[in-house]
């Protein structure tokens, strides 16, 4: 019987491999002795690589990762610019500045595209609070066509800010600002009943 895709290089994983490294320095040595009290939990840790799965579980919930339009339209967009840097080296302020990204902030200045701000209501290393307000009010005043928009994670103000822990959006009264709202299964709602 076969075995589930990556099961069997997981049940490999598992396996004793001190016993095998009686001529490796000591240090390698102690380093699997670690290693095989956790498998012999069968509790490894192990590394694998998605093929042909539904990605629940990432960041990529847009999938964006694996799309080949975006990948054929950033390397055309690329071509346009022979001369495109692809770090910036440094803040622009000093010396990251370049034409194309100049470039860039003219087109959006005249109108000619859309603006996506990204924002997370709540910063979760330092538990600062985004200016949300503040930001909706300002985007307004540099493109009064509206054609800046705002996505918002809600991540860790979900069920933590605002009535019934609808988040900083709601607590601020912008949920006709703000184009996109994401509310991922907060660990504040475990908690709440």
Same mark, same amino acid.
């Given at each position: 019987?076969?075995l589930?895709i990556g !099961? =069997?290089k997981w049940?490999?994983?598992?396996e004793?491999?001190l016993?095998k490294?009686?001529?490796?320095?000591?240090? /390698?040595?102690? !380093?699997?002795?670690?290693?095989?009290?956790?498998?012999a &939990?069968n509790n490894?840790?192990? $590394?694998?690589?998605?093929? =042909?799965? /539904?990605?629940?579980?990432?960041?990529?919930?847009?999938s964006?990762?694996?799309?080949?339009m $975006?990948r054929?339209?950033?390397?055309? &967009?690329?071509?346009?610019?022979?001369?495109?840097?692809? +770090?910036?080296?440094?803040?622009?302020?000093?010396?990251?500045?370049?034409?194309?990204?100049e470039?860039?902030?003219?087109e959006i200045a005249?109108?000619?595209?859309?603006?996506?701000? #990204?924002?997370?209501?709540?910063y #979760?290393?330092? +538990?600062?609070?985004c200016?949300l307000? &503040?930001?909706?009010?300002?985007a307004? #005043?540099f493109?009064?066509?509206?054609?800046?928009q705002?996505i918002?994670d809600?991540?860790? #103000?979900?069920g933590v800010i +605002?009535?019934?822990g609808? +988040? !900083?959006v709601?607590?601020?009264?912008?949920?006709? &600002?703000?184009?996109?709202?994401?509310?991922?299964?907060s660990?504040?709602?475990?908690?709440?009943?």
């Amino acid at each position: 019987m076969a075995l589930p895709i990556g !099961l =069997d290089k997981w049940i490999r994983a598992q396996e004793p491999r001190l016993p095998k490294m009686r001529d490796a320095p000591v240090f /390698y040595r102690n !380093l699997e002795e670690t290693l095989d009290a956790r498998r012999a &939990e069968n509790n490894l840790i192990t $590394l694998r690589t998605r093929k =042909d799965s /539904y990605d629940f579980f990432s960041n990529d919930f847009l999938s964006l990762e694996a799309s080949g339009m $975006l990948r054929e339209a950033f390397f055309e &967009e690329l071509a346009l610019y022979p001369g495109f840097k692809l +770090g910036s080296t440094g803040s622009r302020l000093l010396d990251g500045n370049n034409d194309y990204i100049e470039t860039i902030e003219h087109e959006i200045a005249k109108g000619e595209r859309c603006v996506i701000i #990204s924002v997370e209501t709540v910063y #979760s290393m330092d +538990g600062d609070i985004c200016s949300l307000k &503040e930001m909706v009010e300002i985007a307004k #005043s540099f493109f009064p066509r509206g054609n800046a928009q705002f996505i918002v994670d809600e991540a860790h #103000s979900t069920g933590v800010i +605002g009535e019934k822990g609808r +988040g !900083l959006v709601s607590h601020l009264g912008l949920e006709n &600002e703000i184009a996109i709202r994401l509310h991922t299964f907060s660990k504040a709602l475990v908690f709440r009943r």
